[in-house]
């Protein structure tokens, strides 16, 4: 379907942008600080799986009509900022613990239960889903690549965009083991077990805002 020079800068122009955060990437940073390896690994999964919505919508074309709508565009990037900023104000407003309890809880916090782990990727799968610019991002990448001449656009679309989120996957799951190892190291300071539930309710809340009033930059 593709040859292998054009696969060969299509995947190196992805491990480029991949490297650089982005939202989705500073929200499985802030997960994993705030809750484990795993809940980041949960969240990597989910945001993975929100990419998808847009590599659909992209071979579709639905995300034309995202690029062309101004409402429809403003609609899911409000939606999505408020998501983050309700998970931030969630975050802040949960019940104080005391430092010994926090220090405690802290030791088991790589081992989620399936129900935890499977709301914390469906809300990874919302944060992306609901990210206009990832689709945008697809619908200005992924055609680059395309070679009518070679296979429908849709099936090379689909192909591109799971090489992609299979990069993707290795990319932010790195972000995701690193952060959760610095969360334990961290966890273990009692200074910042005082304010480790600000900070990572304050980093939500940011991302939400950043999404709100940013008009362009990268999909992630």
């Known amino acids: 379907m593709f040859d292998y020079s054009t696969l060969l800068i299509f995947m190196t122009a992805a491990a480029v942008l991949l490297v650089i955060p982005g939202p989705a990437v500073?929200?499985?940073?802030?997960?994993?600080?705030?809750?484990?390896r795993m809940a980041g690994f949960a969240s990597v999964l989910?945001?993975?799986?929100?990419?998808?919505?847009?590599?659909?919508?992209?071979?579709?074309?639905?995300?034309?009509?995202?690029?062309?709508?101004?409402?429809?565009?403003?609609a899911i990037k409000y939606l999505g900022a408020a998501y983050l900023i309700y998970l931030g104000v969630r975050t802040l407003l949960r019940?104080?613990?005391?430092?010994?309890?926090?220090?405690?809880?802290?030791?088991?916090?790589?081992?989620?239960?399936?129900?935890?782990?499977r709301r914390i990727f469906w809300q990874g799968v919302v944060v992306n889903a609901l990210?206009?610019?990832?689709?945008?991002?697809?619908?200005?990448?992924?055609?680059?690549?395309?070679?009518?001449?070679?296979?429908?656009?849709?099936?090379?679309i689909l192909a591109l965009g799971a090489i992609f989120v299979v990069m993707a996957l290795v990319s932010d799951g790195l972000y995701a083991l690193a952060a959760g190892t610095m969360g334990e190291w961290l966890r273990r300071n009692p200074y910042f077990l005082r304010v480790q539930q600000y900070v990572a309710g304050s980093a939500y809340i940011l991302l939400g805002v950043t999404a709100a009033v940013s008009g362009g930059g990268r999909h992630k």
Not at 51 to 72: D, P
């Open 46 to 74: 989910g945001v993975g799986v929100g990419s998808f919505v847009h590599i659909g919508a992209a071979a579709l074309g639905v995300s034309a009509i995202l690029a062309s709508s101004v409402l429809a565009f403003a």
């Open 26 to 36: 500073l929200y499985v940073i802030a997960r994993s600080i705030d809750q484990g």
């Open 95 to 117: 019940p104080a613990q005391s430092p010994i309890h926090m220090a405690l809880q802290s030791s088991h916090r790589g081992q989620l239960g399936w129900a935890q782990f």
């Open 131 to 156: 990210n206009p610019k990832t689709a945008l991002f697809f619908l200005a990448f992924l055609p680059q690549f395309i070679n009518p001449a070679r296979a429908s656009a849709t099936r090379q």
